[in-house]
């Protein structure tokens, strides 16, 4: 794959739906080819999960005609009070084609657009992935400013590195924890088609 003969007209990057979810076990076996590589470990997560993501509109993909190209999601924690981005990656054959960047702007504004209240934050040992929370106005903060949540922390458990975090009784580990704080800026927007499918999943889960 020539990656110089392709430009970011040729992606289409979107809030995920029911027709993305046959990309659900790639999405996986991408993210954990990656951080196998970086041998930093990851939060595992399950094909269901993924899934059920998608189907809540909680998730962005990006694609090249029908081939998967990066993906992201979002998790609420403690009644919404807060969201993580989570799982960044982006199909090594796309690589270095600002893409991550793309996919990181649309899942925040989706994330910013749905829980405006809520506080953003993110654990992430990538140097990329910080510069990016860094420029949409994530500060480093220590994990007490993070939710306390048991069901996020138990997510770690999948990660080599989990050991570190035990033996720190979670004040730290090989992860920098960031912070983004919605009183701090300015409202996000998203397409009206987007809001007008979230409002539909709202009401059918009242």
Request: glycine share 6%.
């Amino acid at each position: 794959m020539h990656i110089k003969m392709m430009n970011q007209d040729d992606f289409v990057v979107e809030v995920a739906s029911e027709e993305h979810l046959k990309y659900v076990d790639e999405i996986l076996a991408t993210i954990e080819e990656a951080a196998n590589i970086r041998g930093t470990g990851i939060a595992k997560r399950k094909p269901e999960y993924l899934a059920l993501k998608i189907r809540e509109a909680k998730a962005v993909i990006a694609l090249k005609g029908d081939r998967f190209a990066g993906f992201s999601y979002i998790e609420t924690w403690e009644d919404k009070h807060y969201v993580t981005t989570s799982g960044l990656i982006v199909h090594p054959d796309f690589r270095g084609l600002g893409l991550a960047k793309r996919i990181k702007d649309m899942t925040f504004s989706l994330a910013r657009t749905r829980w405006p209240h809520a506080k953003i934050f993110s654990l992430t040992s990538g140097a990329a992935v910080m510069a990016m929370n860094t420029r949409l106005g994530y500060k480093p903060v220590t994990f007490e400013e993070l939710t306390e949540d048991e069901a996020f922390w138990k997510g770690c458990d999948g990660c080599i590195n989990v050991d570190v975090l035990r033996r720190t009784d979670r004040k730290y580990c090989i992860c920098t924890g960031m912070l983004f704080d919605p009183t701090e800026h300015l409202p996000a927007k998203i397409s009206d088609e987007v809001l007008e499918r979230i409002k539909a999943i709202d009401e059918n889960v009242e």
